[in-house]
């Protein structure tokens, strides 16, 4: 470690060396001559402390517990890996002293652990969390966390068998108040339920790779530092009225849906969500509905427009099949005097590869003239 002066105390810097412990007391010189403010020089005074006697060496402390308490985990620094743990018995052994440490994460992949209780991880609390890949684990409390309710800040469950959110105990979610990444990527997980997640800071939340098919209404609604929503590769057909609404968020917000089964998308569906980007790529939308798409069209280039980012903002659409057939499109070409608008939808294609701009009533087999 560098000396870094921390304080001065009646004229004197003080500097501490946290490596060995030191601390360096000199007197403090004007900046102008360099003279001691004291008008005298003085020598400086090495005092070295030695372990323990002060909170200085504690946080020197090594944070791992005797080796032998914990197999078949292991611990060093960067924090605890059970990546040799076999069974939530072998688990429950390893964490079953007394040390109330703080570790900086916990990893145990790719086990044949079935499932985790409350009480597995004991009075040890950690700041990130990985407990992916373990294909026969179905239930993860978040209770089992409680201990880490203050410090953690990335929780990763991903590839593991859960089959619903009830399996992690989802209620207990607004108690991590530092929690900035949830990845429940790669599970079971079929339904997403009405007022699912509620955080104060989760940042980004991923869903991808699960099989689910219904997303309940304001699922989202109560994550107001949202930046991230990824539920790309999903199995929804339908996004339903308010699946999607989520009033306060982030202002960059992104939400990824691409590479899904989306066919339709209800009115109101995003009611509320102003994001800075929405991507729908390569799903199997055939309409682009009015009702649907105007007001999310108008709240994303407000928010955008707020933030100065109205370049950034995005609905992406390539690799879909829309009809573009008849009167339901033709609000599409009202949107041609509006440039932003246009860029918003730049990958936009008919299932004839027309490109937006290009689509005229015409081309649309329709024969009134819809209102400007």
């Known amino acids: 470690c560098e000396w870094g002066e921390h304080s001065d105390l009646r004229g004197y810097k003080i500097f501490i060396q946290v490596e060995n412990l030191s601390i360096l007391i000199e007197p403090r010189q004007d900046p102008e001559n360099r003279s001691t403010t004291m008008g005298t020089s003085r020598p400086s005074v090495l005092f070295v402390l030695f372990g323990g006697v002060l909170a200085l060496a504690a946080a020197q402390v090594n944070p791992c517990p005797a080796p032998d308490s914990l197999r078949p985990c292991t611990c060093d620094n960067t924090g605890i890996n059970c990546m040799k743990a076999k069974s939530t018995a072998d688990l429950e052994k390893a964490f079953s002293g007394k040390e109330k440490t703080i570790h900086k994460a916990l990893w145990i992949q790719n086990r044949a652990i079935t499932k985790i209780e409350n009480n597995t991880f004991g009075d040890y609390a950690f700041a990130k969390v990985y407990v992916d890949l373990n294909r026969k684990l179905t239930s993860f409390p978040l209770s089992c966390l409680d201990k880490s309710s203050k410090y953690l800040d990335e929780l990763s469950l991903y590839g593991n068998g859960l089959s619903s959110l009830t399996s992690i105990d989802y209620i207990w979610l607004p108690r991590f108040k530092r929690l900035r990444t949830l990845n429940l990527a790669n599970n079971n997980l079929s339904y997403v339920p009405v007022g699912a997640f509620s955080n104060p800071s989760l940042q980004t939340l991923s869903l991808n790779k699960n099989p689910i098919t219904n997303i309940g209404a304001y699922a989202f609604k109560n994550l107001p530092s949202l930046r991230t929503l990824e539920l790309r590769l999903i199995r929804a057909k339908v996004l339903g009225a308010y699946s999607l609404a989520i009033p306060k968020h982030h202002p960059e917000l992104e939400i990824r849906l691409q590479a899904g089964q989306v066919e339709t998308v209800e009115e109101n569906a995003f009611k509320g969500t102003a994001p800075l980007a929405v991507n729908l790529q390569f799903n199997n939308l055939v309409e682009f509905s009015e009702p649907v798409f105007q007001p999310l069209i108008t709240a994303m280039a407000s928010n955008a427009r707020k933030n100065n980012m109205l370049g950034d903002a995005r609905i992406l659409t390539k690799g879909n099949q829309f009809s573009c057939a008849g009167c339901e499109f ?43």
Do not use: E
């Open 330 to 372: 033709s609000w599409l070409t009202t949107l041609k005097n509006k440039p932003d608008v246009m860029l918003m939808l730049i990958d936009f294609r008919c299932r004839d590869r027309t490109a937006v701009w290009n689509i005229t009533n015409a081309r649309l087999g329709c024969l009134y003239k819809p209102r400007p």
